[in-house]
Every structure is written in C-alpha cells, then in structure tokens.
C-alpha cells in the first residue's frame, strides 16, 4: 500500500528516486538534508516507501500522542521529549540492537529555517550504534531524492564532517535561500 502511494506521489509530482548502496543504508542513520520544507517528510518518506525500506524518524513526542498520533506512528515517527537530554541518542542505540534493518532519518539542521551550522546527534547516533551514516537527500532543482551513499564513521569527527559537507554541497532545497550547506 504505502509503494503505491509513493508511486503516485512520485509520478504526479515528477519526481525521481536515485539509490548509491541501498544495501548498506539499510541499517544506517540517515542524513535527510537540505530540509527547508515541510514536503521534505513527504517526498523523503516516499523514497523509502517506494523501495520498500524501513523508515524510521524522530519527532516531537507532542505529534506522535493524540488523535493525530497514529498517523505520524504509520509514517514511521518515533516520539521524542526533546527536553530529556541523551534520550534520543540512547533511544536509537537501542532500536538498532534490536532490529536487523533499520533506517533512522535525522535532519540534522534541526528546522526548516536557516542555521549557521548543523546539529550533529546523527553522528552521535551513529557512533553509539556503530552504523554507518548515509546520505538522504532531496534535491528540488532536480526533482531526485534518495540515497547518494554513506560513511563509516572514523575517529576523526573534522574529518567525516568534511566528507559529509562535500557530498551535500550540491543539493539545493524547496527554499535554497534557507540551507546552509556548511554544515560545522
């Protein structure tokens, strides 16, 4: 079901999907960058569910309790209370022991708006999980989101951050104007 919604999705909007190593993204943390946009979750997710992967994200806890709770838990949203400090970095370390796939999207700038540099818990995660990272994208110019590869995390933290940030120096938002694409 949630396939052929994505194709539909996908095919009125004209939009194309692109997949580098899907097989190691399958149990990864994953970048969802630029994110400028609300229809970031939607095409994102349609990705995911185009190819059939399992997708998880963070949200505010807030979304995922309610009446309208269900709907975000069937998207794939994990509630998070932000005000707990490490509880989301635990809380993916564990989803990780526990399942054979998994992808977690982050975004990491946080918010749709413009920040001068990105929050950096995916890495964190990832670190914790012993995942790799890979690289989610949307590129609106385009009209491609998908995969575009990954990395295995290294001790040196400048060095991954540098590696990362060159791969998404290419991707341009819904709102160019609010992605910042130096990332630390």
């Not at 939607?42 to 994200?57: A, P, S």
């Not at 385009?142 to 991707?171: A, C, H, P, R």
Request: charged share 25%.
């Amino acid at each position: 079901m949630k396939k052929i919604i994505a194709l539909i999705v996908f095919w009125i909007m004209g939009w194309k999907t692109e997949m580098t190593d899907i097989e190691t993204a399958k149990k990864s943390v994953m970048i969802a960058a630029p994110h400028t946009s609300n229809w970031d979750l939607v095409y994102m997710v349609g990705v995911f569910w185009k190819h059939k992967l399992k997708v998880k994200f963070f949200i505010k806890d807030s979304y995922t309790n309610g009446i309208h709770g269900g709907y975000f838990r069937w998207l794939g949203g994990i509630g998070i209370n932000r005000k707990k400090p490490g509880n989301m970095i635990e809380t993916a370390a564990k989803l990780f022991e526990k399942e054979n796939e998994i992808i977690i999207i982050i975004p990491p700038e946080g918010t749709r708006k413009r920040v001068e540099k990105w929050k950096t818990g995916f890495y964190h995660i990832a670190k914790k999980a012993n995942v790799p990272v890979s690289y989610g994208f949307l590129d609106y110019k385009e009209k491609i989101g998908g995969v575009g590869g990954y990395i295995n995390l290294t001790d040196s933290f400048e060095s991954d951050m540098k590696i990362i940030q060159t791969f998404y120096k290419t991707k341009i938002g819904k709102f160019p104007e609010n992605y910042n694409s130096t990332i630390y």
